[in-house]
């Protein structure tokens, strides 16, 4: 009988050290996936995540404004070469306006009436040009998304200055709405109507 004593003796202690080794690498596996799940979601390489998100669409200050005759749209650098500083005056916005005109009108019946519209836009946005390249490569969608909010307009919006200035916000709304489905981002500050005819 104190043979299968000692047996027992000995084999459990056996057990406890294949515990450990097994807990061990258990706790090791865990700890590695929940790094590897930690740095997937950004907690950790800071400097990666940052960099993507520099990368995105960035404000272009005022003084970085391109302008007519200044070639690359460094203001500083057109100061120091002889070339026309940008205006420091009091007041206006902060960024830059980068401006872009649709190409094609848009033509829309009025809700609940005879009449139809027919408008032309331009946008403006304080970011670079990714935000109008953004536009530009989801024109289709954008173009669908501006007819289905001309399509909601009423007769007293499009007779008035102030129903055409809630039209034009409404627009500005559709086509952020469309850019943040598609890339994440909107960008468009404001809509102008190049062309507004009422038939």
Do not use: C, W
Request: glycine residues 14%.
């Amino acid at each position: 009988m104190s043979d299968e004593v000692e047996t027992e003796t000995l084999a459990k202690p056996k057990k406890k050290g294949k515990g450990k080794l097994i807990l061990m690498l258990l706790v090791l596996v865990l700890a590695g996936g929940g790094a590897g799940g930690a740095y997937a979601l950004g907690l950790f390489g800071g400097a990666k995540a940052s960099a993507e998100v520099a990368s995105g669409p960035a404000l272009v200050p005022k003084t970085e404004q391109k302008r007519g005759g200044e070639g690359d749209g460094k203001g500083g650098e057109a100061a120091a070469k002889g070339g026309a500083k940008a205006p420091s005056g009091v007041g206006g916005d902060k960024y830059a306006s980068n401006y872009y005109a649709l190409d094609k009108d848009f033509t829309s019946n009025l809700q609940d009436s005879v009449h139809y519209v027919q408008v032309g836009i331009a946008v403006s946005t304080p970011y670079d040009d990714s935000v109008i390249d953004n536009l530009k490569t989801n024109e289709i969608a954008v173009r669908s998304a501006v007819l289905m909010a001309l399509g909601d307009a009423t007769e007293d919006e499009v007779f008035t200055s102030e129903g055409k200035q809630k039209l034009a916000a409404r627009l500005a709304v559709a086509i952020n709405a469309t850019l943040k489905q598609k890339e994440g981002f909107g960008g468009i500050s404001n809509v102008y109507f190049t062309n507004f005819v009422v038939q």
